[in-house]
Each structure stands twice: as C-alpha cells, then as structure tokens.
C-alpha cells in the first residue's frame, strides 16, 4: 500500500487499485484522480495543488463530535476474581484474581455503589453494566441481584438499563442461559477459535481443554439467540496464536451478531504485530468476498469505523476510561480501566467515594493527552487504548508505536472496503475526483 499525505489530506493506493483519499478532520471518503494523486506525490501543478488546498481547509457543518463529559453511564463490575480457566495470555493475575482472589463480590455493599450513580444520572439516556470476572458466571445469584436492582431503580425513569457479560462459556448451564435471557444481555464468549488453538490458549484449571464446553454452552446460547441482546464471539491473538483466519472460519459456523478479534496486550513483539495485521487484511477480504458489506461489518472494528464515517462523527476518546466507565472491582474499589484493579495507585475511588482529584487526570480529550493532533488516524481511533500504551511504555499517555501502526493500517483497510461499498454516494467524486 502507498500512502501520500498534504495536511489532513491522506491518500492511499492499494497495488493495481485507483487511489482513495480520506480527510482526517471531515472523515469524507473519494476517489482521486491519477493527476491529483501525482500532486500529492510532489509534481507541480499549482491548479491543483489549489484544490487541495481548499479541500484540505474546508470545514464541512455536517461533520460532529463525539464528546465525553465526566458522567458515569457505563460500571463494568467484577462480580467474581476468581476463574475456572487459566488462559496463558490472562492480563487478570495469569488466574483471573487480579493478584488477589475475591469468591463474590458483596451485593451489600454494591447496590448502594450503583445507587449513588443512579442517582447522578439525569431521566435519559443508557445506563451500561458490564459482568465480568475472573469468570463471572462463578456467581450467577450476584449478577441476578444487581440487574434486578438497576432494573427497579431504572423502572419508571426514562433512563434505560442494559446489561453485558464477558465470559469464557464454559458455564452457560440452563439455568445460567436463563439468567442472560432475563436480564436481555448482550453477551461476549471468549473463544481463540477450533479445538486445536483454543484448548492450548484457553485451558480448564486442571489443564484439560475448554473448547468442547464451549461449543456445548454456545449450542445453548444461540438456540435463544432472539431473548439475548447481542453474542459476540470474541477471540485474544498471542505471538503462540496469530490464526485469525481459522479463527474466523470456526466462528461462522455459529450465527454470531458479532466477532471481535483483539491483539493480546502484553505481546510487544513486531512479528506478532504484523501478522496480525495482515490476518485482520485477509479476514477482511474473506468477509467482503463472501458476504459484501454486511460481513465485513460483522466484525467489530470495521463496523466502528463504518459507522463514523457514515454519520462523519468524530470520536476523541477511544474508550470511556475514567469520563463514562468506572470499574467496580470484587472489593467494590472503582477504578478507569478494567485492567487496573489490583494496581492500588490507580484506584480512583472506593463505595460511594469518587475522588474527583483522580479523575482529572482523565479530562481531557484522550486525543490530545496523548499528543495524537498530528495523526492521521486521530478521529477514528480516538488516542488508543491507554493500557495497551501503558504495558508498552509506562505511561497511559505515551503511546505504543506498534499499536499505532496496526491501527492505520486497519484503518487504512477500512476506508478502502468503506469507499468500495460507497461507491455511488460520495459526493466528494463529482467535487474532487475527476481532475
Ligand atoms: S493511531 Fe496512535 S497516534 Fe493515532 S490517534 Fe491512535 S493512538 Fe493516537
Ligand atoms: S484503556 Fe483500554 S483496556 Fe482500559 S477501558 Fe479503555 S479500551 Fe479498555
């Protein structure tokens, strides 16, 4: 792929393709002609390099952004620190405790914890909990009680409740699948992919396999697909296991909403990198070939930058972290970020106590923390995810190199498969793409 740039102007040409160019502050998607392309390249032409000039400066009304204010609708709850499973890539501890095991989380003391942000919240909008663990269908009658709770406390306010788990699968008992049927969940299954990947990278406790439990619980799940919110089938790639694309095989058997590939956070090596990068490319390409535009959008991150450059919404925060999401660990301590319970000088509160103080750190933009005005990519990405950064640097600002360059290329990829669904309504065509 060749990539040329003036300002926030970015252009790319896959080999033999025509090139494509994308502007970073609009998030408009064209086609370019040879001659513009020529002039990006450097060649002279002062007409065009004046139309260049015009597109770069415009300002299009059209476009919005996505802002963050400090209002906490999203609690991601450790109900369990403790798990069945003992995954080798697990960011939780290596065991799911996060270095200290809690069985169960005390319902006691987080229905208050919910109740203060209830209260905070104005009669609109979504209020988003998240179950997670360790595993957290270890403590099925915990999860029943806070949703039960929301629900009540949500009922009769214009304010909706909705409820996500994240969980190894190995657990989805009937009485568990009634459980997520209740409470309309949409529901994350971590799976590597087929037998032969994920039994290595997902083990039970005792070092048997997981897969066979899996496909059994996810059998059960997707015969209830309709009384769920969503099912994503959500696979974490390592060094050990870059098969994204048997990944990918594996889970279209089963009628998932969605499929969420992650890069592990911990692997900082450049071949892993890559090669992750190039499955997601051939993942891409299987999706669109087989399946067009709504395939490929079945996959998490195309369907995220589809989604902005359809509605031209800028986003300056890649996540919530510390402005919309608080995390409630097993020992109801609050902290930004799923991954920083159990670091004690990243706790930002405990119970009912918010330090405010704590929160400034995480005001501003996620953009301009981490220094991202000159990229690209800034408007789709939003700055990063700060603890990918933090595991690569030290510091949830300083970004990871090596995550940047993954998500321009995907990005890249994108607007690509983007521009070739859109091919009749960008109106940039008439404007810019027959110089
Ligand atoms: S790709 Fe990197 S530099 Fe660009 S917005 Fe994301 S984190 Fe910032
Ligand atoms: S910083 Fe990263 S891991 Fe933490 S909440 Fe945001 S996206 Fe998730």
């Known amino acids: 792929m060749e990539i040329r740039r003036q300002n926030d102007i970015i252009a790319f040409r896959a080999p033999g393709e025509l090139p494509v160019a994308f502007h970073a502050r609009n998030l408009e998607v064209a086609d370019i002609s040879e001659e513009l392309w020529n002039t990006l390249g450097g060649v002279e032409d002062s007409e065009l390099q004046s139309v260049l000039n015009e597109w770069n400066s415009e300002i299009n009304p059209a476009v919005t952004?996505?802002?963050?204010?400090r209002e906490i609708r999203s609690l991601t709850i450790n109900v369990t620190q403790i798990c069945n499973l003992k995954c080798t890539y697990c960011a939780a501890g290596g065991d799911g405790t996060y270095g200290a095991a809690q069985t169960k989380i005390s319902v006691e003391k987080t229905l208050p914890q919910l109740k203060f942000f209830l209260d905070k919240l104005p009669d609109s909008g979504t209020f988003r909990i998240g179950f997670i663990g360790g595993e957290p269908l270890l403590y099925p009658e915990g999860i029943r009680a806070i949703a039960n709770y929301v629900k009540l406390m949500t009922a009769g306010r214009n304010l909706r409740a909705q409820f996500a788990i994240v969980t190894n699968g190995t657990l989805l008992s009937d009485a568990n699948v009634e459980l997520l049927k209740e409470i309309n969940c949409n529901v994350s299954v971590s799976i590597d992919g087929a037998a032969e990947y994920n039994d290595i990278s997902r083990p039970m406790?005792?070092?048997?396999?997981?897969?066979?439990?899996?496909?059994?619980?996810?059998?059960?799940?997707?015969?209830?697909?309709?009384?769920?919110?969503s099912i994503t089938l959500h696979g974490v790639f390592t060094a050990q296991n870059m098969n994204l694309v048997k990944a990918?095989?594996?889970y279209r058997q089963f009628p998932a909403d969605t499929y969420e590939?992650?890069?592990?956070?911990?692997?900082?090596?450049?071949?892993?990198?890559?090669?992750?990068?190039?499955?997601m490319r051939e993942v891409a390409a299987i999706a669109y070939s087989q399946g067009g535009e709504e395939a490929l959008r079945k996959i998490n991150f195309f369907n995220r930058v589809f989604s902005a450059l359809d509605s031209q919404r800028r986003t300056e925060n890649f996540c919530g972290a510390g402005k919309s999401l608080l995390v409630v660990d097993a020992r109801n301590n609050l902290f930004s970020c799923p991954?920083?319970?159990?670091?004690?000088?990243?706790?930002?509160?405990?119970?009912s106590e918010v330090s405010e103080a704590a929160l400034d750190k995480y005001a501003q933009p996620l953009i301009e923390q981490n220094n991202c005005q000159s990229c690209w990519a800034r408007f789709l990405c939003g700055g990063g995810c700060m603890f990918v950064h933090k595991e690569a640097t030290g510091s949830k600002n300083q970004k990871n190199g090596q995550f940047c360059e993954r998500q321009r290329t995907l990005m890249e990829t994108a607007i690509l498969y983007f521009k070739?669904?859109?091919?009749?309504d960008i109106q940039k065509d008439s404007d810019y793409g027959k110089h």
């Open 420 to 424: 070739k669904c859109r091919q009749t």
């Open 339 to 351: 991954w920083d319970v159990g670091n004690a000088s990243e706790k930002v509160g405990q119970g």
């Open 248 to 250: 990918y095989e594996f």
């Open 261 to 279: 590939f992650t890069y592990s956070v911990s692997d900082l090596n450049q071949e892993a990198s890559d090669s992750f990068t190039r499955e």
């Open 205 to 229: 406790k005792n070092g048997q396999g997981s897969t066979a439990l899996v496909i059994e619980g996810l059998k059960k799940l997707f015969a209830v697909k309709s009384e769920l919110g």
């Open 65 to 69: 952004t996505h802002k963050l204010a």
